[in-house]
């Protein structure tokens, strides 16, 4: 199974950006999709966004629409989140994870998770 590392998070102040990054060891993300999800404290895990390693499409979360873009890179089997115009309400603990099959929000319909980066947004 394709193991995964996030990275890329920290403290921003509100309508800045940050970049996170998604990694995969073991072997490339082939035909999976890759779905991005986040969990602020007391939340419930929650679907943000989704790209398609083969074919690029992406899917977003009505809440990040417009701000957010996800994006890969085939040479560094990486996957990004470009965040931009960041709010308080987007902090929370930011996970990736991939799935074969077909297309769901629902954070147990997918696997290999990764440890997780910190996003923290300040007013």
């Known amino acids: 199974q394709v193991q995964l590392v996030e990275s890329g998070g920290g403290l921003v102040q509100a309508g800045g950006s940050l970049r996170l990054s998604c990694t995969a060891s073991?072997?490339?993300?082939?035909?999976?999709?890759v779905g991005w999800f986040r969990q602020a404290p007391g939340k419930e895990r929650e679907f943000v966004a989704a790209?398609?390693?083969?074919?690029?499409?992406?899917y977003y979360a009505n809440s990040v629409k417009g701000r957010f873009t996800s994006s890969r890179d085939n040479a560094k089997n990486t996957v990004y989140l470009q965040m931009n115009s960041l709010k308080p309400e987007d902090t929370a603990v930011y996970y990736c994870?991939?799935?074969?099959?077909?297309?769901?929000?629902?954070?147990?319909?997918?696997?290999?998770w990764g440890q997780g980066t910190e996003v923290t947004v300040s007013s």
């Open positions: 073991g072997r490339t993300f082939s035909s999976y999709v």
């Open positions: 994870s991939p799935k074969t099959g077909g297309f769901s929000t629902l954070p147990t319909d997918w696997g290999s």
């Open positions: 790209i398609s390693w083969s074919t690029g499409s992406t």
